[in-house]
């Protein structure tokens, strides 16, 4: 097998050792670290391996966890269905704004992507009867049962997002390793060589899009139903911000930086917040550090350090 | 803005914060440093103190509640302490910010269960943080009591877990304002509020409420959340109202009473506000001038009245709050009154629900959460300084008296107290029938 995957593999084994050796706190916050590292991985392939840097993934994650926790709620749909429903309508979401989106290109991208989102969230608000406001939906423990796994157990929604995660990691390792992936790096490192070459780069553009918000309705939709709780908060530019940090941190156009990044910032708010109450400075300090003296994120100095070839 | 605190948990080796009460108890040397501390308890079953996990709003829009009702449960759990405690054991406080955002919140409920391993979790404001948070502290089996005002409790979203023994919530102040407005003030009303959830509590209960009394609510005008002036809106309102209700919360709020106030002129409509709409705000602020004749309605009256209980004087001394419920380390720092006391009800809801239940550790969560579903009657005491309430166990939902003050000569004078009955409403959930 190749170098690559086993390496890759080897984190996910080492995942699952984790399920039986974290105390009980590292334990869940792995679990969540997990589920959003999906969005984290999301964003990377747009951001990272595309070079298009969007302000609204916010509104992708919103679109799978209202996607799932939607028809829970109002027609107790089963998780594994209302799963894929959460899938799809991000999917969906994903595709429509990246067509209209993707009609600029920069600035001006990142601010049709944010006003986008901006307006998905106003819709969520706006739409309290279904949606539930500003005050969200609780997805019942009851109904958080799929084929007699109670994914609202510690060890089932660890192993859930285990599978989320492991899923979204290999997924987006063969899409880079792939022909199309090796294009959307192209477009990202000289967009006019790559269409004078004869690529259609706005269809591969758009891929890149609806790849993104799939992964990011996967983190959403999972998040929703691991966790018990869909709210419009999700749906907030500050969620659009986290996984440009997530991955910034982690290391942008690395597959493993998204992990990396997610895990790092929340154990940096979670250490910083039990040594100070001024954590947000010190987290913004060490953002800035990092930012100055590393970056490529913890992924761009492995690469620099250790494995040149990293993908 | 001057932000002394009055008390801070490094003041009292009773009630110290997370991180000091992390230091305390890690440290082996700071057990000889307490040792007159830990005599006192001597007597207890278990000398180990109980550990109650404080949700703080520290930052985020919540930070200026979060602040007030940090300073509030300490100042409870400082006069617990003093009167031996729970179960003579000492409490203590572990404190950690959620940011007012749901998501840290979840977390937050994760890591006082799993990691500061405390009997239970308490102070919730922000009703989208509850939500966020209720379903874990279920999940986790540990008891969340929130003081949120919002009517998520009560309508049965939550669980068993969740419970609401120290504030009433929003339907049933809502509910309790109706008999004033109409009897008082007048018969046509035009409502403006946020268009969001909370806003909607108040659309969706208050005009039946009216109708029950005789009047009628003539308009609904809904302000987006994003909104920043507010001019246009005031249009909307028809000529023949008689009352304005308004319930508006964030920063916006100033600028929206002063382009009232220059929207009307001197020819006003009466005007009735909640006072969530200027809470930790100094009335005296520049632009507020409007506000002079208007009403508003107080949880809990920020102004020391001519017929102040004795409880409301020992509460405001304890907390450090002066006769116009500002800081009496700082005159400027005006305190969430309304609503804070909330924390101090449900902090002596907590002791006298541990103490009917023999409450020793984690083991005996379920017997607390029924001990504290049996209260029923809580009268005004020192531990209750609000006023007399009424638990129910099966919503889990506390009910009690309101206040309607009058703003004059720049401060709230209480014109009308609610009666419990007022604001109650019938049962829309038993938590009793489900399962732990």
Not at chain 1, 160 to 168: D, E, K, M, N, Q
Not at chain 1, 187 to 213: H, P, Q, W
Not at chain 2, 51 to 58: D, I, K, S
Not at chain 2, 193 to 219: C, S
Request: some cysteine; hydrophobic content about 45%; aromatic content about 10%.
């Amino acid at each position: 097998m190749r170098r690559d995957y086993l390496v890759h593999g080897a984190l996910l084994a080492a995942l699952l050792v984790a399920h039986f050796l974290l105390p009980a706190y590292h334990h869940g916050v792995m679990a969540r670290v997990m589920v959003l590292a999906c969005f984290a991985i999301g964003y990377n392939v747009l951001f990272g391996y595309t070079g298009l840097l969007s302000l609204g993934h916010a509104l992708f994650f919103a679109a799978g966890m209202y996607g799932a926790g939607m028809p829970m709620h109002l027609w107790g749909t089963g998780p594994g269905a209302a799963f894929a429903m959460g899938v799809l309508a991000a999917t969906l979401v994903a595709l429509v704004v990246g067509a209209l989106a993707l009609r600029t290109a920069g600035v001006a991208f990142m601010i049709v992507t944010l006003m986008f989102a901006q307006a998905g969230y106003l819709a969520l608000l706006l739409a309290s009867r279904w949606t539930g406001g500003d005050q969200g939906i609780v997805i019942a423990q009851a109904q958080r049962q799929l084929w007699s796994i109670d994914l609202s157990a510690e060890g089932p929604r660890y192993l859930a997002a285990l599978v989320l995660f492991g899923v979204c990691l290999i997924a987006s390792l063969a899409l880079m390793r792939s022909r199309r992936g090796r294009v959307l790096i192209a477009i990202r490192e000289n967009e006019e060589r790559a269409r004078l070459l004869g690529y259609d780069t706005f269809a591969m553009k758009l891929m890149a899009v609806t790849l993104s918000g799939t992964f990011a309705g996967v983190a959403g939709a999972g998040y929703g139903i691991l966790f018990g709780y869909v709210g419009a908060s999700f749906a907030t530019v500050q969620y659009s911000i986290y996984p440009l940090l997530w991955v910034l941190l982690g290391g942008a156009g690395t597959i493993l930086g998204p992990f990396l990044g997610t895990l790092f910032m929340y154990y940096l708010v979670d250490t910083a917040s039990d040594l100070t109450s001024a954590y947000l400075l010190v987290v913004g300090v060490v953002l800035i550090l990092l930012t100055l003296f590393a970056p490529g994120g913890i992924g761009g100095e492995l690469r620099r350090r250790l494995w040149r070839a990293m993908p | 803005m001057p932000k002394t605190p009055i008390l801070r948990p490094e003041d009292t080796i009773h009630s110290p914060s997370r991180r000091a009460a992390l230091r305390t108890l890690g440290a082996g040397g700071a057990a000889a440093a307490t040792l007159p501390l830990w005599a006192r308890y001597a007597g207890a079953q278990s000398a180990a103190p109980i550990r109650l996990g404080f949700e703080m709003h520290a930052t985020g829009i919540g930070a200026a509640y979060g602040r007030w009702y940090e300073r509030t449960s300490i100042a409870a759990v400082k006069a617990i302490n003093a009167a031996g405690g729970i179960n003579g054991r000492e409490v203590v406080m572990v404190t950690e910010d959620d940011g007012t955002d749901p998501k840290r919140a979840a977390e937050v409920v994760e890591k006082f269960a799993t990691q500061h391993k405390v009997d239970l979790a308490f102070g919730t404001l922000f009703s989208n943080v509850v939500m966020a948070a209720a379903p874990r502290a279920g999940e986790l089996k540990m008891p969340y009591f929130v003081v949120s005002e919002g009517h998520h409790v009560a309508s049965g979203k939550l669980n068993r877990w969740t419970v609401q023994p120290g504030i009433t919530d929003v339907k049933s102040q809502v509910l309790a304002m109706a008999p004033f407005v109409a009897g008082n003030l007048g018969k046509k009303v035009t409502m403006i509020y946020p268009d969001y959830a909370f806003g909607y509590d108040h659309r969706d209960n208050f005009p039946p409420a009216m109708k029950a009394h005789g009047g009628e609510v003539i308009a609904q005008i809904a302000i987006p959340p994003t909104e920043t002036s507010f001019t246009k809106y005031f249009a909307k309102i028809p000529r023949e109202t008689e009352v304005i209700y308004h319930v508006l919360v964030g920063p916006a709020v100033l600028t929206f009473v002063k382009e009232m106030g220059e929207f009307f002129g001197p020819s006003r409509p009466e005007i009735f506000g909640f006072i969530d709409s200027i809470e930790a705000v100094d009335l005296n602020s520049p632009g507020l001038e409007f506000l002079e004749g208007t009403y508003f309605w107080e949880g809990n009256p920020r102004y020391a009245q001519k017929d102040q209980t004795a409880f409301d004087k020992a509460y405001r001394k304890a907390v450090g709050v002066d006769d116009n419920g500002a800081s009496v380390a700082d005159p400027k720092d005006v305190s969430t009154y309304a609503h804070m006391f909330g924390c101090w009800e449900t902090l002596y809801i907590i002791k006298q629900g541990m103490e009917a239940a023999g409450y020793k550790d984690a083991g005996d969560r379920q017997k607390l959460i029924e001990a504290v579903e049996e209260i029923g009657k809580i009268p005004a005491s020192d531990q209750h300084p609000q006023g007399d309430k009424v638990f129910n166990g099966k919503t889990h939902q506390v009910f009690g008296h309101q206040y309607v003050s009058k703003v004059a000569k720049g401060r709230l004078d209480v014109v009308h107290t609610s009666t419990i009955e007022d604001g109650m409403y019938p049962d829309e959930v038993d938590y009793t029938t489900q399962s732990f």
